[in-house]
């Protein structure tokens, strides 16, 4: 790319475009201030100074760096200058802007989902956005080297940081993923303001960053002084000045930052002064011009930011530390109390003067600008990141899922052994399906059962790399041969990098216009050390199976420490994502044969008028599996069992005219339940036994159906407001999960009966599942005791005396 920071009329529109965004930015915080204000009383924080702070680089990387097909995470605050900068691009309308933070504005943090398509990635968790692109740049690789996107150049993944951003540890493990996976194509701009949200940060953190990045085998380049503060440097005393500088500790620069030109002239003249070179040097210069000078650090420089993005001729990844100052520009720049201080209306005022901006023209894309709106409408034209624009969210086709998948048939089997056997007995296949599935897991990979299958599809690298046990003939199960050709991505053990992955590969028929479909899995009570970056991938809308094995108390032996208990309820609360927990190899089948079809949906939000799901919209899924291995039904998968397993919950033994008890179990508590449900049966009339395959989906419709009752929809029934329609009114509900007792403790509320939640409320421990079930509460004895309670009635024969 032909960089020419030289070229006067670059130059000259940038740095007019440059002043427009960071007043339309500062404008519109003041506007949302206003109106927030006055509704709720709410003043807005964090975006006047924060946003300031990128309004160059940013101004640098749209109008004249980007590509159409790099892709950007900007960092959160910098919201309102990305928002300015596609409205006069002309692809953010003027409403929005004046409803910045409103309901239905430009959102407070850029968002892919809810803000218009020039945003590539949601950011707002600190860190998120940063490692997404990372693993975009993977993906692209991913997608490449098998093939795939072949008309569509490679892209820049670009993140522009915050300093403290830094902090979070999730970069940091994307980092080292990085480095083992030759990251390439991936830009991290650093804002290095030296502030964060309570303070300014530690002196000399860029050398860390510089020696961390460099020993990633990052390239480093550091922006430090503007073409300005260069210049000052030649001139004679300017090695005192530079001198001064890098030995002006963060707090006292800023504070002179704050403080302004007649500030800056004293401390230095009383530091440096000399009567001589250096003091001429100070004094040829007024106190506006000084301050100028003081300030101009390279990442408010046009011309030094578009050398040193000129300048990589590479793909290797790159860094930029980019001094910067907080607030640049507005009259809070520099205080350490900025991030959530708000310019008053005099303040906004004089910086609307000095704008030129007339009264009344605030939202002009023009006013106030020295070049003749057609000229500038010509630059923006012309500017790459514009060009094919309706490309930047990419579309692809859908990949045909069949009929029904391999059903594995073994008289025992645990849901683990089923899905290891599914994806081995697809691995066979050469249909499309196959070839778009791509696994990644954090160090649990055989451990998950998904070592069949890439066994026999391979791992992936971009280099091939044969097993080394295999060619000196050492007898192994596992054949570890990379490949590009290879369709599963080894991870180490990091479970955020295992979502933030998954949230990258499952953008990729978005940002790269092929389709992947993505299977993680990992140990379930990890969830929780990867949530931030679950909750992330489903916030930004990407497609993925998680299947999350072995899970609760089931996990016997391996004691407290694995065994999770909260996931249901996680399954249950997190957006975007479908839970399921099956108890049979044929209900898993028929699961993800509808998984993958349903992570592949992009249709409208209209319920579905059976089950009152939105499941014309598609999303994510996450399985919760296990090891306990259990005897297997044998019946046909006819289509009203296989949508009873898809919409939540089925009945294994229907309630009659007389039921007084229904059992409803979900996932390997199936023994048990059929166990009790057999010993009460003799004392108790009509016994029931609902399988729940889907609390999740099963909550989700009813609440849908509620609701769209209320909306006057009075025909509206969910899945289990048809199931429980018979129920007599006296009959009591025992419910058991392997999991909090909450995931299944709403169900007597559907029509209205006596409920009793079974399950685990407090931290496991080692033995055997009988043990463990036992002393927790969830054995057979458990259930009938539960029944016993809720239904009087006769006293049950099998209940053991409680001892
Ligand atoms: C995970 C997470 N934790 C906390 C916050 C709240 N927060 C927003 S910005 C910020 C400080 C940012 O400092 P820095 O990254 O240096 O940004 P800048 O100085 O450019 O505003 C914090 C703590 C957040 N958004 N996300
Ligand atoms: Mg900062």
Redesign the pocket.
């Known amino acids: 790319m032909p960089i020419s920071p030289q070229d006067p009329a670059l130059l000259a529109n940038l740095a007019q475009l440059e002043r427009k965004v960071l007043w339309l930015a500062t404008w519109m915080v003041h506007n949302a201030n206003h109106l927030r204000e006055k509704a709720d009383g709410l003043k807005v924080g964090?975006h006047q100074?924060?946003?300031a702070?990128?309004a160059t680089i940013m101004t640098a990387l749209y109008f004249h760096v980007l590509r159409p097909q790099d892709r950007v995470a900007v960092?959160?605050?910098?919201s309102p200058i990305f928002h300015a900068i596609q409205y006069l691009f002309g692809r953010q309308n003027l409403e929005r802007l004046q409803n910045f933070r409103g309901y239905k504005g430009a959102q407070s943090?850029p968002s892919r989902t809810k803000d218009i398509p020039e945003v590539d990635f949601s950011t707002?968790?600190?860190?998120?956005g940063v490692a997404q692109t990372l693993f975009s740049s993977l993906a692209q690789d991913y997608v490449k080297a098998h093939g795939w996107a072949q008309d569509w150049p490679e892209g820049r993944m670009i993140a522009l940081?915050?300093?403290?951003?830094?902090?979070?540890g999730n970069i940091h493990e994307a980092l080292l993923e990085g480095w083992k996976h030759g990251l390439r194509n991936t830009w991290w701009i650093i804002?290095y303001?030296?502030?964060?949200?309570?303070a300014v940060?530690r002196e000399g953190l860029y050398a860390r960053f510089e020696a961390l990045f460099g020993a990633f085998g990052w390239d480093v380049v550091v922006l430090k002084y503007g073409s300005l503060l260069e210049a000052a440097f030649k001139e004679p005393g300017g090695e005192s000045l530079r001198a001064w500088i890098d030995q002006c500790p963060n707090q006292l620069y800023s504070a002179l930052t704050f403080q302004g030109g007649a500030a800056w002239r004293k401390r230095l003249l009383d530091d440096i002064g000399d009567q001589g070179a250096v003091t001429a040097l100070i004094e040829r210069r007024s106190d506006a011009e000084l301050a100028r000078l003081m300030t101009n650090l390279a990442g408010h420089d046009l011309p030094s930011l578009l050398d040193a993005f000129g300048r990589i001729d590479h793909d290797r990844p790159v860094v930029f530390i980019a001094y910067?100052i907080?607030g640049f520009g507005l009259p809070l720049a520099g205080h350490k109390d900025n991030?959530a201080g708000l310019l008053t209306p005099p303040q906004v005022e004089g910086f609307r003067d000095a704008m030129q901006v007339p009264p009344g023209e605030e939202w002009s894309k023009y006013a106030g600008l020295d070049a003749a709106p057609a000229d500038i409408e010509a630059f923006l034209e012309a500017v790459p990141f514009r060009q094919s624009i309706e490309q930047r969210r990419r579309q692809a086709a859908r990949i045909p899922v069949p009929a029904a998948l391999p059903l594995p048939r073994q008289p025992e089997m645990s849901t683990q052994q089923a899905f290891g056997l599914i994806i081995n007995e697809l691995g066979r296949s050469d249909a499309a399906l196959a070839e778009r599935i791509v696994t990644t897991s954090p160090d649990v990979t055989v451990s998950t059962n998904l070592g069949a299958w890439v066994n026999r599809r391979g791992l992936f690298a971009k280099q091939a790399m044969a097993d080394l046990f295999k060619k000196e003939r050492i007898p192994s199960t596992f054949t570890w041969d990379f490949s590009p050709r290879g369709q599963h991505m080894e991870l180490g053990i990091a479970e955020m990098n295992l979502f933030t992955m998954l949230s990258a590969l499952g953008l990729s028929h978005s940002t790269f216009g092929e389709r992947l479909l993505p299977i993680g899995t990992l140990y379930d009570p990890f969830i929780c050390r990867g949530l931030?970056a679950l909750n992330y991938a489903c916030y930004q809308d990407a497609r993925f199976i998680v299947v999350a094995t072995p899970s609760g108390l089931a996990l016997a032996p391996e004691g407290g420490a694995h065994q999770s208990i909260a996931t249901p309820l996680i399954g249950m609360a997190q957006d975007g994502l479908a839970t399921f927990e099956p108890a049979y190899a044929d209900e898993l089948a028929v699961i993800l044969r509808f998984a993958f079809d349903y992570l592949q949906r992009d249709g409208d939000g209209e319920p579905d008028e059976h089950s009152w799901l939105r499941d014309e919209t598609g999303g994510s899924v996450y399985l919760r599996l296990s090891t306990r291995s259990i005897e297997q039904p044998s019946r046909t998968m006819d289509e009203e069992l296989a949508r009873g397993i898809i919409d939540g919950a089925y009945w294994l033994r229907p309630p009659g005219p007389n039921t007084e008890i229904v059992v409803a179990y979900s996932g390997v508590m199936a023994p048990e339940a059929i166990e009790a449900v057999g010993m009460m049966a003799e004392d108790r009339r009509d016994v029931a036994l609902l399988a729940v395959t889907s609390a999740d989906r099963l909550n989700a419709g009813w609440s849908a159906a509620q609701r769209a009752r209320e909306r006057g929809l009075l025909h509206a029934r969910s899945h289990i407001e048809r199931l429980f329609a018979t129920l007599p009114r006296h009959c009591g509900i025992v419910s058991v999960q392997d999991g909090h007792p909450a995931g299944l403790g709403w169900l007597g509320a559907v029509a209205g009966h006596r409920q009793r939640a079974l399950g685990v409320e407090h931290f496991g421990q080692t033995g055997t599942i009988q043990d463990l079930f036992r002393h927790y509460g969830l054995d057979a004895q458990a259930i009938i005791a539960a029944a016993a309670a809720l239904n009087p009635g006769r006293p049950m024969r099998y209940l053991k005396a409680v001892v």
Do not use: C, F, W
């Open positions: 964090g100074a924060s946003s702070s990128l960092k959160p605050h910098a943090y707002g968790s600190v860190g998120m940081l915050g300093d403290a951003e830094m902090d979070e804002d303001n030296r502030q964060s949200l309570d940060i910067t907080k991030h931030d």
